[in-house]
């Protein structure tokens, strides 16, 4: 176990904090995940009565804490339940994610405008169709004929059998 400073840990030198609930003598409980030499955390230790303690039991969640600058009040949201997800997690802000919402229907409009322009030109620029090949009445007549000759031996077969098996039985 490693001494934790404090002053490293509290509420006016840090503008989010990241947090991870588990369960420690039978009761869940949040403690502050530790932070390595660098000031990143290290989801791995946590913080148990200033200590650095390494706990790598399954079951925990992380969750970051903050304080809304407006009201005052802390906020805390889950940021992931696996021990690599809280770095990776990014938080925008609703006037960043509005830029990325009107960034991309401004790609999607332009990308129908071009679609839209290429099947106008390819339309215009294409040859006419060709002509669809049509069966002659004589081969039509053929097909039917070969079909119902088809179909008449699957009934002959259907029937031949169901004679021989009613023949083959032995009466006592």
Not at 22 to 45: H, I, L, T, Y
Not at 46 to 67: C, E, H, M, N, T
Not at 89 to 95: D, M, P
Request: net charge positive; proline share 6%.
């Amino acid at each position: 176990m490693e001494q934790v400073d404090n002053k490293v840990d509290s509420k006016a030198t840090r503008k989010a904090r990241l947090t991870q609930y588990r369960k420690n003598a039978g009761r869940w409980q949040f403690f502050a995940v530790a932070r390595s030499e660098d000031g990143k955390p290290n989801p791995e230790k946590i913080v148990i009565a200033g200590q650095r303690v390494i706990w790598q039991s399954p079951g925990a969640k992380f969750y970051l804490d903050w304080f809304d600058p407006v009201s005052g009040k802390r906020i805390r949201e889950i940021a992931g339940i696996g021990p690599r997800e809280p770095a990776k997690r990014r938080k925008l802000s609703a006037v960043s994610r509005e830029k990325i919402a009107a960034a991309q229907r401004k790609r999607w409009a332009n990308a129908k405008k071009v679609v839209k322009s290429a099947s106008v030109k390819a339309a215009k620029e294409a040859a006419p169709p060709a002509k669809k090949r049509k069966l002659s009445a004589a081969a039509c007549k053929r097909i039917a004929a070969a079909q119902k000759k088809r179909w008449a031996a699957v009934k002959a077969a259907k029937k031949a059998p169901a004679k021989k098996a009613v023949a083959a039985k032995p009466s006592y």
